[in-house]
């Protein structure tokens, strides 16, 4: 399987408790860690990412949670349920939050502001 380019200077730490880690579950966790450099353009110095089951709990018996490891406080995130998958969206969307909150939304500092732009050049 292969990395993420942009991984690649980030120490990453992938921990499953209780269960065996697959590759697709992998993948997934690798590709939501890629989607957060979209939020904080800045050196990403660690990502640990904790996925766990609890062998007694009947109903949300899955916890992942995620630090991620940049200057300064660390932002994590963490929630519990019944699917890995829409448990790490969950994270990924608090964390987004966290580092936009915390660094301002850089997926915007791209777009023109209304009033430069050419009302003709729309036509």
Do not use: C
């Not at 630090?67 to 987004?96: C, F, H, M, R, T």
């Amino acid at each position: 399987m292969q990395q993420d380019p942009n991984l690649d200077t980030i120490r990453l730490d992938i921990e499953a408790v209780g269960f065996t880690l697959d590759d697709g579950l992998r993948a997934f966790v690798l590709e939501t860690l890629s989607k957060l450099q979209r939020f904080y353009k800045g050196d990403v110095i660690t990502a640990e990412v904790y996925l766990k089951v609890e062998p007694n709990q009947r109903t949300n018996d899955k916890h992942v949670g995620i630090k991620y490891g940049v200057p300064g406080n660390d932002v994590y995130a963490d929630d519990s349920g019944d699917n890995w998958y829409e448990l790490i969206n969950s994270v990924e969307a608090k964390l987004q939050r966290q580092l936009e909150k915390r660094f301002g939304n850089h997926t915007n500092a791209n777009r023109a502001n209304i009033d430069e732009i050419d009302p003709a050049s729309l036509a």
